[in-house]
């Protein structure tokens, strides 16, 4: 290799692959069921998208059948709603441009209000598992379902 | 100290989905013997007792549809050959059998023997070629994502073999949230709103001043504003975008892996065209686990975690006590400080001179480097090996490489 001129390698990109409606493949289900949990189980009415269902309720097999209709184009769209809905009301969001050197001075107000969102979060978290165990438990994926 | 550890400032990993080291990489043996690749005759019988060899067929899309299973009791399966006996040893006899039992066919079975040739792979393969590639990277568990990538955050995956991402509380810190207390750097980059992040969890809690998007690493490369150390996500999906249709770029299987080459080539140049950048960062590249497709070397046993798996969990009737690594997976490390062609012999015990890493040799690498000694972590990641003694040239590589994408 000559020191001086750069070794240029041609790399090829895909064409006419794109399919949106592809069903979502094990990995996307799972994505999707930890933020419908995080969705119905944490949020607020108020921060909720509205588009999806309970999951609680749901058996695993419910769910596994409500899940598996959903594409990866439905999946995006609702991963970036929930990503938008966690980057608005985690309370640190001014913090976003800094470096994480910069994140530990925290003003007192920000430290307060991240307190209390995580104390609801686990009241919340809490008074989930005692009310519906059974619920919970079901929201977990079964060691015999296909992970990836 | 060596200089191209003095010169360190930054540790990229970019870590990919589902493959095996042979599949991508196993075709390098022909042209290096060194690299524990394929030799042509590696096979698994079929359910019908047909020996399937290796082939080097593998396609970019619609071979591997459906999904190769890889939860925890097929990758025993693939791992045993089936043997369930008290004494067995890992013989890597059954992924004809397993992949069988995905779609009932036996010639479409045989497609997970798979591999590419390496100018298929024009990046993953030049990049492995020109730095230094991994005989011996495994994967943390023999089981799915999330539990593996768990161990490239906190070096442990806190006793889950499956997809349970919920490890509030627990003991040991993220190696973002040790970065954090010791007033460091340290940020996932996903690669959008849409596609998002799989650090569920971290998303919750930390959201967002450890996370950015693909578009925010090229501008902290430009800038030379890249935290000290970074953990990159690929596209999972294919999704609309407002610049137009991304395609899905994280290679599991069934998405493009001529996409994912793409995307390595790119998080490549982004950090190559910054010379003081190139000159002061390491990128490793590796998968997450082989995504149920054949590697021919046996995982290895390893240290035990604190941690055990009930037989129910397991699904395979055994408790687990992470003791025993998943299936390989490559990994390639790129730094102009790496002589050209390094290649790191292994596992230890089946080579001389042979080591072992997986992915908890990630954050007890950032660790080591960049915060020293540290006692909140797992077993398993206090005896993972480390990869900074690659690093041994006296003076910075001249040669370049760029990679051209087009149409």
Known sequence: MNDSEPTIIPVLKPRGKFNRDRKINTLLQYQVRHLLDIEHKQLTASHRTGTTLDPTPMSDKELDKYLKSWTEGRAAKYIEQMTVKLHEIHPAREEQTQTMAGAKRVSRATRRAKKKVQAKAQHSRKSGSKKNSKAKSNARPKSKSRST | ?407
């Open chain 2, 1 to 407: 100290m060596p200089p191209g550890l003095d010169r360190l400032r930054h540790i990229v990993v970019l870590m990919m989905e589902n493959r095996s080291f042979d599949h991508m990489l196993g075709s390098l043996k022909a042209t290096d013997p060194r690299i524990d690749g394929l030799t042509g005759s590696e096979s698994n019988p079929d359910t019908k007792g047909a020996t399937v060899r290796v082939q080097p067929k593998a396609l970019y899309q619609s071979q591997l549809d459906p999904d190769p299973n890889h939860h925890f009791p097929e990758v025993d399966r693939q791992i045993f050959g089936g043997n369930q006996s008290p004494d067995r040893v890992a013989n890597m006899q059954g992924f004809v059998a397993s992949y069988f039992n995905e779609f009932r066919n036996v010639k479409h079975s045989h497609l997970i023997m798979n591999y590419f040739p390496a100018q298929k792979l024009p990046v993953l393969t030049t990049l492995a070629t020109q730095f230094a590639v991994f005989n011996g990277w495994f994967a943390s568990i023999p089981g799915p994502t999330v539990c593996n990538r768990a161990f490239a955050h906190y070096g442990t995956s806190f006793g889950e073999v499956g997809m349970n991402v919920f490890y509030l509380g627990k003991k040991y810190p993220s190696i973002y949230q040790r970065m954090v207390k010791a007033g460091h750097t340290a940020k996932i980059y996903y690669y959008d709103q849409a596609s998002s992040t799989l650090e569920v969890v971290n998303l919750v809690t930390d959201e967002p001043k450890v996370f950015g998007t693909y578009d925010q690493f090229l501008a902290d490369c430009d800038s030379g504003n890249l935290p000290e150390y970074s953990f990159i996500e690929p596209n999972y999906s294919d999704h609309d975008a407002i610049n137009g249709e991304e395609l899905a770029s994280d290679q599991h299987p069934d998405h493009n892996v001529q996409a994912g080459e793409v995307y390595i080539a790119a998080i490549y140049n982004a950090i190559r065209k910054n010379q003081s950048l190139w000159e002061s960062t390491i990128l490793l590249i590796v998968y997450d686990e082989h995504g149920g497709i054949y590697d021919h070397v046996p995982p290895p046993a390893c240290t035990p975690d604190e941690f055990k798996a009930s037989s129910d969990a397991t699904g395979t009737g055994r408790e687990f006590l992470f003791d025993r690594l998943g299936v390989r997976v490559p990994a390639v490390l790129v730094s102009p400080w790496i002589p050209k062609g390094t290649v790191v012999p292994g596992p230890a015990g089946r080579v001389p001179d042979g080591r072992t890493f997986d992915h908890a040799s990630i954050p007890a690498t950032v660790t080591k480097f960049f915060l020293g000694p540290f006692d909140e972590r797992s077993p398993r990641e206090k005896a993972a090996d480390t990869f900074l003694d690659l690093l041994t040239l006296d003076k910075v590589r001249t040669d370049s490489i760029i990679f051209q994408t087009s149409l």
